[in-house]
């Protein structure tokens, strides 16, 4: 794959940027933590791109167990704590819905990558990496006509993950060691 700054790259937040804790919805910046894979590959996956932007379902906002304010608040500290490193994000989505709402903006619904796309015009989904640690994840980025990487570290590949899955790769840094 040949990458140059007109290439837009998406990310999943949970399992991606930030260490997920299963069963549990970060809304606090005490909680949120920086994967160290993230650390180790972001310094040399970033330049690769022109965009950097993350796309996160965050259903516990519509769920009660955190507001909205809460999960911008982290949203913000991340960005500040990636800029800390040079590394810049360009925007943040957020679904604040919850699964079954059919809302659209939903991962796998594309609607967080339409919003990317009218806020940044210049984004071509053919010229776009979906980087996520789960099937919505792959499955949005295959809906909106994006190359897929599937970071998928331990267990079995579903026949669904295989299928919507460009790479499957076991860490971010897997994935930059086969753009080199």
Request: proline share 3%.
């Amino acid at each position: 794959m040949k990458l140059s700054k007109e290439w837009t790259l998406f990310l999943d937040r949970d399992g991606v940027v930030n260490v997920k804790i299963d069963n549990e919805y970060i809304h606090d910046i005490k909680r949120f933590e920086v994967r160290e894979d993230f650390w180790q590959s972001a310094p040399l996956l970033f330049p690769l791109f022109g965009r950097h932007i993350v796309v996160t379902n965050q259903q516990g906002i519509d769920k009660g167990l955190c507001t909205a304010g809460q999960v911008a608040t982290v949203h913000q500290y991340m960005k500040e704590v990636l800029a800390e490193r040079d590394l810049h994000l360009d925007a943040v989505y957020c679904c604040p819905h919850r699964d079954g709402v059919g809302c659209g903006c939903r991962k796998p619904d594309t609607g967080m990558a339409l919003m990317a796309q009218r806020d940044f015009p210049e984004i071509d989904f053919s010229k776009s990496v979906m980087i996520g640690d789960s099937l919505t994840d792959v499955v949005f980025g295959r809906r909106c006509g994006m190359t897929t990487v599937l970071l998928h570290a331990s267990g079995e590949v579903s026949e669904d993950e295989k299928a919507n899955s460009d790479y499957i790769v076991p860490s971010l840094m897997d994935f930059v060691r086969l753009l080199s």
